[in-house]
C-alpha cells in the first residue's frame, strides 16, 4: 500500500492493466488466426487438394517446346479454332479467352470481368534455329504458363492449364503429325 490513498496498492493501476490484456489478446487472436491459415493451406496442399498442388506446380514450371513444318500465321489460326477459348473475356462466369493474337503470339487468360485473373499462358512462335535442315518454314513453338495465381498455397485454374495445353498440342499435331516435342523446366 502506498501512503496517499487507502485501499490502492502500489505498482500497475487497474487501468494500465486492462490496457495491457486487451494488446495481450489481440496478439493471441491474430497469431491464432495466422495459425489457422498455415494449417488450412497445408491440409489444402497436402490433403484435399494434394494432385491439383502437384499438378499446379509441375504445370508452371514447364515449358512444351514444339518444333514443327508449318507458316506461323496457319499455326496461329488452327489454335484459335480448335482450342476451346471464349473470344473474349468473360462477364461472370470464370473461362479461357484470348487476350491478344499476332502471327509471333498467342497469350491466353483465365478467369472473368467479376473475378480476378487466375493465369495467363502464351504460344511464343518463332523461326526454327540454327543446325536445323534447311527448312524455312519450320517454326519453334513453345507453350508456357506465364502469370498465375494460389489459393492457399494451391495454383488455381490447374484443370483448365492442363485441357489448354493438351488442346494446343493436339492442334500443333493436326498441323503437322511428325512435329518434335520437348519438356523443358523453367527453374
Partial sequence: ???????TTDGI?????????????????????????????KAK???????????????VAEELHFTLAADPGRIRD???SSVRLAPQCPAVLADAYVLEATDSE???????????RNFTA?????????GDTGDTRRVDAVWGIRTWTLSDGVTDG??????????????????????????RSRR
Fill in 45 to 59: 496442399q497436402h490433403v484435399f487438394a494434394r494432385r491439383d498442388h502437384r499438378d499446379g506446380q509441375q504445370l
Fill in 122 to 130: 502464351s504460344l511464343r512462335l518463332s523461326p526454327a534455329g540454327a
Fill in 78 to 80: 488452327v489454335v484459335l
Fill in 1 to 7: 500500500m502506498n501512503g496517499t490513498s487507502p485501499g
Fill in 158 to 183: 490447374v484443370s483448365v492449364m492442363r485441357r489448354l495445353r493438351e488442346d494446343v498440342e493436339a492442334a500443333l499435331r493436326g498441323l503437322d503429325p511428325g512435329l518434335h516435342r520437348t519438356v
Fill in 13 to 41: 493501476s487497474g487501468t494500465l492493466m486492462g490496457v495491457l490484456a486487451l494488446v495481450v489478446l489481440v496478439i493471441v487472436a491474430v497469431l491464432w488466426g495466422k495459425l489457422k491459415d498455415y494449417g488450412r493451406a
Fill in 106 to 116: 498467342v497469350v491466353v487468360a483465365y478467369g472473368s470481368a467479376l473475378s480476378r
